[in-house]
């Protein structure tokens, strides 16, 4: 009995294939590799047999990059979005009935800050010098009150665009909502903002391809109407008018993932509240199922997505504030590859914690 229990438990795990589907494997490449944080880098996945048609999904670690279309066997995804660092790249490609899904293997992949060139001047005691310069796009460059930005190239041109959510008023319940879309001109200006409406008291977003559509969409998470907004970008730098899901009580924080391995990206939120995180499984179409809850620590306000502990599925990492001198919480959850997150460990942090970066600062992988 407990043996069948682990075969049907293995088995809801692993991809789902199609009666007499044909096997495939995929391989991942990027280019350049090295590169520079900002730059432009290709990821190309390449699926034998070349007849295979589709979809592919692009991930550094458990954070989805983003999906393209299978063409003559190949898939390629421009991005700006690899953070800097040591990054582990891989692809899966989705299956289309005829064709078994697959993924590769990983790739590793390393974003260096500064251009290799000057690193051993920049660690020279006085050898090199960096000098910035404020710039200021002119105008008012977003909507009022902006709390929250993310940079990603919403019209494909491989220059860094900016999204910022603006509250329009610092009221406890404010009213609706906007995000603007700055598109970078690639020198360091951008052009004026192009506004959006979302919901009440818009305090965080993120991004992801929703759709699968090769587009970059965005989610922002509406404290003030227990709601996320997501706008489904059109490739061109404009977005379609918003489809709300409801989530948590008072979500401070939205993050995008794949949490079920499907190759479609899901979304959690953290609902400050009611001390839980919202799960909302992607249908791949641009829609989403409704919330499961999971409880975190009191007073969750920011969370992150990451493979914590090397088994390839999608965690959470759930910051929760206090007022000093009391401390703050981190709550780890493990994700079990299902999009469930069954198990929950909390770490003490310091109170008063406004946002997490995930990084492998000790280099052990």
Known sequence: ????????????????????????????????????????????????????????????????????????????????????????LKAYYLGDGTYASSTSTSLPHQVNAVASSLSRELYSPGAFSLTFEQSDFGGPTTGPNPVSLVAADFNGDGKADLATVNKIAFLPIAPTGSVSILQGNGDGTFKANVDYLVSVNPVSLDVGDFNLDGAVDLVVANMGSNTVSVLLGNGDGTFQAKSDYAVGNAPTSVAVGDFNGDGIPDLVTANSADGTVSILLGNGNGTFQAKIDYATAILPYYVAVGDFNGDGFADLAVAARSIAPNPGTLSILLGNGSGAFPTRTDYTIPPLVMGMVIADFNLNS
């Open 1 to 88: 009995m407990l043996r069948l229990g682990l075969l049907a438990m293995l088995a809801a795990l692993l991809p789902a294939v199609a009666p007499g589907a044909t096997p495939t494997t995929t391989l991942v490449a990027a280019t350049p590799n090295p590169s520079r944080f900002g730059a432009q880098v290709t990821l190309t996945a390449t699926i034998s047999p070349a007849a295979a048609t589709g979809k592919v999904t692009f991930y550094d670690s458990a954070r989805v990059l983003g999906s393209a279309t299978l063409s003559g066997g190949q898939a390629v995804l421009p991005t700006i979005a690899l953070p800097a660092g040591s990054r582990s």
